[in-house]
């Protein structure tokens, strides 16, 4: 969500300079055919990921379950997220495939 800050900092990072031609790509970065038709744009992707509350949205029990259990915390902390809570019920989730 910080673009052109991130940019600029990995710009000076390699040795780049960076100009003051950023752009924001307003468009899905992805193209919209096979799994990534309807992908988010830049809009819809701050929409859902920057509220906390919609941040899950779209995930199965399974996915927060698998998720909880095998991200590097360490690495998601440094960064100022925390897992995915695990789904109300219990620490396993069946197989529904």
């Given at each position: 969500?910080?673009g052109?800050e991130v940019?600029?900092?990995?710009?000076?990072?390699?040795?780049?300079?960076?100009?003051?031609?950023?752009q924001?790509?307003?468009?899905s970065?992805k193209?919209?055919?096979?799994?990534?038709k309807?992908?988010?744009?830049?809009v819809?992707?701050?929409m859902?990921?920057?509220?906390?509350?919609?941040?899950?949205v779209?995930y199965?029990d399974?996915d927060r379950w698998y998720?909880?259990?095998?991200m590097?915390?360490a690495?998601m902390?440094?960064?100022?997220?925390?897992p995915?809570p695990l789904p109300?019920?219990?620490?396993?989730?069946?197989?529904?495939?």
């Amino acid at each position: 969500f910080h673009g052109e800050e991130v940019t600029r900092k990995a710009c000076e990072c390699v040795g780049g300079i960076f100009t003051d031609d950023f752009q924001y790509v307003e468009d899905s970065a992805k193209p919209a055919r096979g799994i990534h038709k309807g992908a988010n744009g830049l809009v819809k992707a701050m929409m859902q990921y920057g509220d906390p509350k919609k941040r899950l949205v779209g995930y199965t029990d399974r996915d927060r379950w698998y998720s909880s259990k095998n991200m590097d915390t360490a690495l998601m902390s440094k960064y100022g997220y925390k897992p995915p809570p695990l789904p109300a019920g219990g620490n396993t989730v069946e197989d529904s495939s």
